[in-house]
């Protein structure tokens, strides 16, 4: 199946950069997909998927958690504040810590509930004005700021502009994280995520690759 194709590539991409075996972490994307799809692709042993939507999960993750064991779920689209409690009670890992003002809800949220996943920092390296995410020039302030928070930042997260080389957004974000200190990278998606192995991800979300085409309707 195509699981296992994307495996595969994932596997020579890490060889081919001198890193070792499951390095990159692979993030099924299963947004929009119908429960059939991700059932098929938890048969074949994947645990790790990615949500853009806390409404949406809530719905589809508890039902799969029950019969699959070993589901860690991640948040890759944005967070609205009114649903950061519901995304730290269901999510592992939170890929789009974008703003001050998420920053502080999360921090307060934590103390209210002892509990915060690991967070990556979204950084818009593109500085799209229609796309969120911290700008590149204002990274390292945010990150000190959410240090100081004691905010759980694991890494950073970006998502390069469609019609620019992705390779030039993956090495920023890359320098960025590493004068931060920080070890995750989460970077590369269906079409380009053997190059964003190549530059250092730890975590590649791969949706149309691995499913098909997502179901809109």
């Known amino acids: 199946m195509a699981l296992e194709e994307v495996r595969s590539r994932i596997a020579n991409a890490e060889r081919a950069a001198g890193r070792p075996e499951g390095a990159a972490r692979l993030i099924a994307v299963s947004k929009q997909q119908p429960l059939e799809r991700v059932e098929a692709v938890l048969d074949a042993g994947q645990r790790i998927f990615g949500e853009n939507r806390v409404q ?80 590149p020039a204002d990274a390292d302030a945010f990150i000190a700021l959410a240090r100081r928070l004691d905010l759980p930042v694991q890494g950073l997260m970006c998502i390069p502009p469609a019609e620019e080389e992705a390779a030039l957004h993956f090495a920023l974000l890359a320098k960025i994280a590493g004068r931060n200190g920080l070890d995750g990278l989460s970077m590369g998606m269906s079409g380009d995520y053997e190059r964003a192995i190549s530059l250092g991800a730890t975590h590649v979300r791969v949706g149309s690759a691995i499913f098909g085409a997502r179901n809109y309707g």
């Open 56 to 135: 949406e999960a809530q719905g589809k993750w508890p039902g799969l958690r029950e019969r699959f064991d070993g589901v860690e779920l991640h948040l890759i689209g944005p967070l609205q504040g009114n649903k950061a409690r519901a995304a730290l009670e269901l999510f592992d890992v939170i890929h789009t810590l974008d703003r001050p003002k998420l920053a502080n809800t999360l921090a307060r949220l934590a103390q209210e509930t002892g509990r915060c996943p690991p967070l990556f920092v979204q950084v818009n390296t593109g500085e799209e004005p229609q796309k969120a995410g911290i700008l």
